[in-house]
């Protein structure tokens, strides 16, 4: 159930439902919207009675959610989902693009990555220092010495960090030095993990489980939310399929159906999504073109010898020309991208 305010109904009308619903020993969620706010009702909605919940001062209307995903569903919240960080937006009319390296190898390793992918356009470096390798022989990241690396590089060229937090004890250090939280695929429905990461206060970016159903992801970004982050990326990087020649299979209507579904933003990540170098421009093309709100892109200074997805991973300037290449495509969807 959501209860929707009056247009510009004042914090003290909210505070007073939000009492309201505690005393019935429901949890009030309220999602700040830019034209109206709407507070989402967890619990026992039974003990709700709507007629005199509707007659409390700055009340709009009482309505159910049909979709077992409530605070992610756009019935509850209208408007797009904008994540600010750092003078950046997430969300709405942006187009927000992460690129970087798979693995964080080395700070000069990290830093002419970094550098040139800021030339090309944009703040928001990725790049894993916890890496969830299928085999546990194979290299698992530089662990927190990652972390400072690339809390330094970003410092040093004012960059917006992304990186993965594969275990709910290594939240708090990750926190410490990372400005958006990568819950990797592998760890979509790592429920402890969610919750976790849904009680700090840095955007996450949650990637799509590899045989996850668009609800089960929704669901996942409403375990985050749940705990009072509202701030969730949500990000389409493939599914596996019975195709062997793709590392996965990425499917782009997962942009408009998502887009329908809920008010959260939704980026793809076309370098997991296909596992192949030579096909990450055209599906890059192609999501900005089906309206994603951004990309998530690995990139190397020298693709070849990255330790970790080297054959889906572009070069600095294969990225600068796709920077180029999806302006347009932004502009023709109405979006920008700075
Ligand atoms: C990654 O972003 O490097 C990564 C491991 O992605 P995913 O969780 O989508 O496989
Ligand atoms: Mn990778």
């Known amino acids: 159930m959501i209860i929707v305010m009056k247009k510009g109904a004042p914090e003290e009308h909210i505070q007073n439902i939000i009492l309201e619903l505690t005393s019935l020993g429901l949890q009030p969620l309220p999602l700040y919207g830019t034209e109206r706010t709407v507070i989402a009702v967890i619990g026992d909605e039974?003990?709700?009675?709507?007629?005199?919940?509707?007659?409390?001062?700055?009340?709009?209307?009482?309505?159910?959610?049909?979709?077992?995903?409530?605070?992610?569903?756009?019935?509850s919240?209208?408007?797009?989902?904008?994540?600010?960080?750092?003078?950046?937006?997430?969300?709405?009319?942006?187009?927000?693009?992460?690129a970087g390296p798979c693995s964080i190898e080395s700070e000069k390793q990290l830093f002419d990555?970094?550098?040139?992918?800021?030339?090309?356009?944009?703040?928001?470096?990725?790049?894993?220092?916890?890496?969830?390798?299928?085999?546990?022989h194979q290299f698992q990241g530089m662990g927190v010495e990652g972390l400072k690396i690339m809390k330094k590089v970003c410092d040093e060229l004012d960059m917006i960090s992304?990186?993965?937090?594969?275990?709910?004890?290594?939240?708090?250090?990750?926190?410490?030095?990372?400005?958006?939280?990568?819950?990797?695929?592998?760890?979509?429905?790592?429920?402890?993990?969610?919750?976790?990461?849904?009680?700090?206060?840095?955007?996450?970016?949650?990637?799509?489980?590899?045989?996850?159903?668009?609800k089960e992801?929704?669901?996942?970004?409403?375990?985050?939310?749940a705990e009072g982050n509202p701030n969730v990326i949500l990000c389409e990087r493939g599914i596996r399929t019975f195709e062997t020649d793709t590392r996965n299979t990425l499917p782009l209507a997962t942009v408009p159906l998502i887009?329908?579904?809920?008010?959260?933003?939704i980026i793809v990540d076309p370098?997991?999504?296909?596992?192949?170098?030579?096909?990450?421009?055209?599906?890059?093309?192609?999501?900005?073109?089906?309206?994603?709100?951004?990309?998530a892109i690995e990139v190397h200074t020298d693709p070849d010898k990255s330790i970790t997805d080297a054959d889906q991973t572009i070069s600095c300037e294969a990225f600068a020309s796709l920077m180029d290449e999806i302006k347009p495509i932004a502009t023709a969807v109405g979006k920008s991208l700075k």
């Open 46 to 75: 039974r003990v709700i009675d709507e007629r005199s919940l509707t007659a409390l001062p700055g009340v709009s209307k009482v309505m159910s959610v049909l979709q077992p995903f409530k605070l992610a569903s756009r019935e």
């Open 271 to 295: 370098s997991h999504g296909t596992g192949v170098r030579a096909f990450v421009a055209s599906m890059s093309r192609a999501a900005v073109a089906a309206g994603a709100d951004g990309l």
């Open 162 to 214: 992304v990186s993965e937090v594969m275990d709910a004890r290594d939240v708090e250090v990750v926190c410490q030095h990372i400005d958006i939280l990568q819950i990797g695929a592998r760890n979509m429905q790592n429920f402890t993990l969610l919750k976790e990461v849904g009680k700090t206060k840095n955007p996450v970016l949650l990637k799509r489980g590899s045989s996850a159903t668009i």
């Open 217 to 225: 992801f929704l669901l996942a970004a409403e375990y985050i939310m």
């Open 259 to 265: 887009k329908e579904l809920s008010h959260l933003p």
């Open 113 to 136: 990555i970094a550098f040139k992918c800021k030339n090309a356009g944009t703040r928001f470096l990725r790049g894993g220092a916890f890496k969830p390798r299928t085999s546990p």
């Open 77 to 98: 919240k209208f408007e797009d989902t904008i994540i600010e960080i750092k003078g950046e937006k997430i969300g709405g009319r942006n187009l927000t693009v992460i």
